[in-house]
């Protein structure tokens, strides 16, 4: 495909504003994961499968009561967060302490069991949520600079969601329980905090947020049930690039990786994904606590 | 005594793994009291505590409080009967600000007399640096913080791990001169301490322990200073 040699730079403004809108969907994929290690130090590696299932779940409400991927959000969130307290308190909770690989060895588990779970109700065809004329439309932001208005609303969604966490964690009683617990699980308690019930809250966010990245990622692209471990690199990456323990980092990293992923695929599609991971690997020998670590005192 | 005590802890054992800490202890709080609890390093005051405020699990019988055997139960339910334990060290929480931190203490929402403002009242300095991060308070202030955390709660009993340890003379003595108002107010205080002096003038009765046992109890008034020292050192 020829380029047009005399605006080449109106070229990369696209390239780079379709890898920042992009970088929203990675950081509601790490939003997630993000929470879970902050509040109990647990990884998740189960989080990308668990957004894989969330766009199943949406799927089927669509399907079945003939809704908008939108309007399913108000069934779906609800289900995920109900899902999440329930894994936490019966599963989740028996492997907190002070070995790090209970989790990891579970939550693999979990991947596995959820994957061939969704293969098994749903055969490995690729699908996909139909979100309507929304999907095509863009917006001329100036002369020959165009965004997707998906993209764009799923941006200001990401936004949205990590503003909505801030606060809760910030400015609310049960951001506070997060902190304290995440803190000195013994200190928590004798103010009263039962601290399987904070965990479970926890979990119950955590899956909200992944099931509006499971609608985001049903609307935007084909999923089947193997994608999920790639899901789970990109929010991994993202948290990483960002920093641990700050959320608006997550944003940040989040967009670093779809950035990085748009110009290396702009620069031949082949190298996409590669870009995406050497960015990773940059910032990670460059800056290991990443771009907005949060300092812990 | 004609009524039952407050707390109770009767022949309570404590354990960390294998090593006993704790043998055959009984020790009371009657209710609007304040008891001292005096011994060297090591000699299982800290334990005692923690077995009362549910950190250590201990037999159901070994605790009773407000005419309840609480032993062994979830240390936060024991916080919602009214047991507040300020930890030795403080162990404020660091991701918290000063006035998070208090307000943390009142998750509870126990009816009572104090706040938020009453807390502040008491300590003034704890308004004056509300917002700022807990670990940045001095070591005096941060022990403010701690009772002033532990009273949010409104706890009918205010368990006090070591609240001299680590600060000047004139400050613990600034902190010692509040405790008539918690008690005024309806909280029963067990001071640990190793500052016996302080914790004499500060109590009505008073417990030795000596390697994870009783060695002296006894009216704070009547108990002479040699034998506490030999209770203390098991001379």
Avoid at chain 1, 27 to 39: D, P, R
Avoid at chain 2, 111 to 130: D, K, T
Avoid at chain 2, 211 to 217: C, D, H, Q, S
Wanted: hydrophobic residues 55%; glycine residues 10%.
């Amino acid at each position: 495909m020829e380029r047009d040699r005399e605006a080449p730079m109106i070229d990369w403004i696209n390239v780079i504003l379709q890898g920042v809108l992009v970088g929203g969907l990675y950081a509601m994929f790490a939003a997630g994961l993000s929470l879970i290690f902050g509040v109990m130090r647990l990884v998740n590696i189960a989080h990308g499968d668990l957004i894989v299932l969330a766009a199943y779940v949406a799927l089927v409400t669509t399907e079945t009561l003939g809704v908008g991927p939108l309007t399913s959000l108000a069934l779906v969130v609800p289900l995920m967060a109900v899902i999440g307290y329930a894994l936490q308190r019966l599963v989740l909770n028996r492997t907190l302490g002070e070995d790090l690989l209970p989790p990891l060895l579970v939550t693999f588990g979990l991947s596995v069991i959820i994957q061939n779970g969704l293969l098994a109700v749903f055969t490995a065809d690729s699908r996909k949520l139909q979100a309507g004329d929304i999907e095509v439309a863009t917006i001329r932001v100036f002369e020959g600079v165009y965004v997707g208005l998906l993209p764009l609303l799923q941006f200001a969604i990401a936004v949205a969601v990590i503003a909505a966490l801030q606060f809760v964690f910030y400015r609310t009683a049960l951001g506070r329980a997060f902190r304290a617990t995440a803190d000195s699980q013994s200190v928590a308690q004798l103010m009263g905090l039962d601290n399987r019930h904070v965990f479970a809250l926890a979990m119950a966010l955590s899956l909200a947020v992944v099931a509006i990245a499971g609608v985001f990622l049903a609307v935007r692209a084909n999923f089947d049930p193997a994608i999920g471990p790639a899901r789970l690199i990109f929010g991994f990456e993202a948290v990483i690039i960002g920093g641990l323990g700050s959320l608006w980092g997550t944003l940040a990293g989040g967009v670093v990786l779809g950035v990085a992923q748009a110009i290396g695929a702009h620069i031949n599609p082949g190298w996409q994904l590669l870009a995406g991971h050497m960015a990773f690997l940059v910032i990670l020998a460059v800056r290991p606590e990443g771009l907005f670590p949060r300092a812990r005192t | 005594m004609s009524e039952p005590p407050l707390l109770a802890v009767r022949h309570l054992d404590a354990f960390y793994g294998d090593f006993q800490a704790l043998f055959d202890l009984s020790v009371d709080v009657q209710a609007g009291e304040a008891v001292a609890v005096v011994g060297a390093n090591g000699a299982g005051k800290s334990t005692l505590l923690s077995s009362i405020a549910g950190l250590i699990r201990t037999r159901r019988d070994a605790v009773t409080f407000d005419g309840a055997t609480i032993g062994g139960t979830p240390a936060h339910t024991i916080a919602a009967r009214g047991i507040a334990l300020v930890p030795e060290g403080r162990a404020l929480f660091p991701s918290l600000t000063v006035e998070e931190n208090l307000l943390i203490g009142g998750q509870l929402k126990r009816p009572g007399y104090w706040n938020l403002r009453r807390v502040h009242e008491l300590f003034p300095m704890l308004a004056e640096r509300a917002h700022v991060p807990s670990t940045t308070l001095s070591g005096g202030q941060q022990q403010m913080a701690a009772i002033g955390r532990g009273l949010m709660s409104n706890p009918k009993l205010l368990l006090c791990d070591e609240i001299s340890l680590g600060l000047a003379p004139i400050v613990v003595r600034d902190i010692y001169a509040r405790l008539p108002m918690i008690l005024a107010q309806g909280t029963s205080l067990m001071l640990v301490e190793q500052d016996v002096v302080q914790a004499l003038k500060a109590t009505q009765r008073v417990y030795c322990l000596q390697e994870g046992r009783v060695a002296l109890a006894g009216a704070a008034k009547d108990l002479t200073r040699e034998a506490i020292a030999a209770a203390y050192f098991g001379v």
